[in-house]
């Protein structure tokens, strides 16, 4: 198990849980497992990175939620002061920059925020002003004393999902647990590397479907590029019969949890309780596989 | 030629298996093309056995590199970079991040030696086939990139003029999981947005904020609720929510057997599976037999079978 001082220097272990594929059980393992490690008394936050589709709320009920906005800087033009020369339009790498008539215009879904703009203006007709795309909501959650939840939530209609998931992990970091646990988004772009990135552990959440084998691999390059630790947990098993085994094999990774395919966990999961509480299987798989985490996280690394 | 995006919000929910159904059921009777606009976990292929493959490279944008041999170690990228991409390693060289680093070029524009460039880099792969109900496009992004968006606007490109050269009917599109970026661009200009929901709270609570982009975006949606059998409190869920937004809910697709591996067998071209009749295919064929007469499709299918 995990203890504080295990961690050094009180920085707590951080456990990414993800998946190439959407819908293999992130959600179901992460808010499980981060009940259970609350109840022998550690400090833990679980940190809902997934916020295009935040569902860790659904399952976790914050007693006393408080919400801050997140904003982006994005470049404006001010046209008075804009002489149209196009040197913002040329520096700028997302094409965000148009000179339209006698101004330059920004489009604010593309501009990333660099500030190059603002720099290589002649004229000083670029400001940045800062624009809202989501928010982060965090409270202590109801009936699990030492469990604190984070949610990143992306407007609709917004799409820089990134900033939202780095904010959430600085304010699940701010809460200063044992453990960070971080339902991660599905995919293996921009987004998931945001969410996993500097993790002490990913745990790849996977099904023995093709789909499942396939986005397997997928997730397992993106955590050798990013030098993570990882290890497996294979979910719906008896569901197909692609060879997760032989997959982890070659790539060395260990399958350190296995959850067997079981209508009970559908039909708990699907009313939004806690699967763990309703099944002391469950509980037990998940509880023999916090014990793993520091030895899995060292091992790796030392093998690194 | 109509257009259908097959989206959900939540992973999992099975939009690539319905697309791979829509696609077995629509092929029967019309010229048929789709794409795989989840290019972060493109599985369509997959499901259709697409071959005979052609893939090119997708470029990205550019990365920011050091030359350490040029550089003075003044720090000056490390204050202007905004992605926190450049760090100074224990030997006083600076390295940039490339997980990190949005390539905006402000290092390099910066740097008084000319030491931080720019280089160019490849983000994933677009690439176009034949699958058992037609042509196919798909794309692979490469680990950790930033570009779904883009690479989903180019396999939707490929698709529409694949779609075209064989004088398609209809265009499926699977779509990416989420509301974000990628999904944003794989709706552009479609007729039709096919919401693939699941019996949870978390399927119920996705598909919602599909229907808010969907209503903000101006585009049609239906709703197709899978696994319908795996919960019935789920199932309530989700059809209350659809009758309270209006959304008109087309087909409950059971779970068992499992529609994966019916597909499995239609893709492997073993005749004598009377779609109809299989469990599960006739729900995904009552949904599909609505949004054929809905985007006009019937009347395409007896024009092209008075002609043959």
Partial sequence: MIHADQAGGGAPFVLAIASGKGGTGKT??????????????????????????????????????????????VAEVDPSACSACGRCRDACAY??????????????????????????????AVLEAPRRVGEVVSGPVEGHPGLSLVTGRLDVGQVKSPSI??????????LAGDLVVLDAPPGVACSAVAAVRGSDLLLLVTEPTVFGLHDLELSLRLGRDLDLPMAVVLNREGTGEADIEGLCRSWGVPIVARIPFDRRIAQVYARGDLVADALPELAQVLTELLELLPGISRREVMSL | MKSVVVASGKGGTGKTTITAAFAHLAARRLRVTVA??????????????????????????SKGAIDEDVC????????????????????????????????CGRCAFECPVGAAVMTPTIAGEACEGESVTGPAAFGQLGPGEDLSGKLVT???????????RHHSDV??????PGIGCPLIAAVAST????????????????????????????????????????SEDGAVRVRRLCESRGLALLAEVPFEPTLAVLLETLAEGTEGIPVERASGLSEVAKAWAAIERELGLGERAQELLVRS
């Fill in chain 1, 95 to 124: 094409g965000a920059v148009r000179i339209l008539g006698a101004s330059a215009i920004v489009f604010d879904e593309l501009c990333k925020g660099c500030g190059l703009c603002v720099e290589v203006c002649p004229e000083h």
């Fill in chain 2, 171 to 176: 265009l499926f599109i699977d779509g990416p």
């Fill in chain 1, 165 to 174: 998931i780095r904010s959430v992990r600085a304010a699940a970091a701010a």
């Fill in chain 2, 36 to 61: 795989d606009a989840d290019v972060e976990a493109s599985n369509l292929s997959l499901a259709l056995h697409v071959r005979d493959l052609s893939c090119v490279e997708f470029p990205g944008g």
């Fill in chain 2, 154 to 164: 180019e396999v939707r490109r490929l698709a529409v003029d694949a779609a075209e």
């Fill in chain 1, 28 to 73: 179901l393992v992460a808010t499980n497992a981060a009940a259970l490690a609350a109840a022998t008394g550690l400090r833990v936050v679980l940190a809902d990175c997934d916020v295009e589709a935040p569902n860790d709320h659904l399952f976790l009920r914050c007693a006393r939620e408080s919400a801050s906005p997140v904003s982006v800087p």
């Fill in chain 2, 72 to 103: 003075t170690g003044c720090g000056l990228c490390v204050r202007v970079c905004r992605f926190g991409a450049i760090t100074r390693g224990p030997s006083g060289v600076y390295r940039v991040d490339p997980f990190a680093c949005e390539g």
């Fill in chain 2, 191 to 230: 007729d039709l947005l096919v919401a693939v929901a699941e019996p949870t709270v978390s399927g119920a609570h996705d598909l919602e904020r599909l229907a808010d982009l969907a209503a903000r975006l101006r585009l049609p949606m239906r709703v197709v609720l899978n696994k319908a059998d795996l």
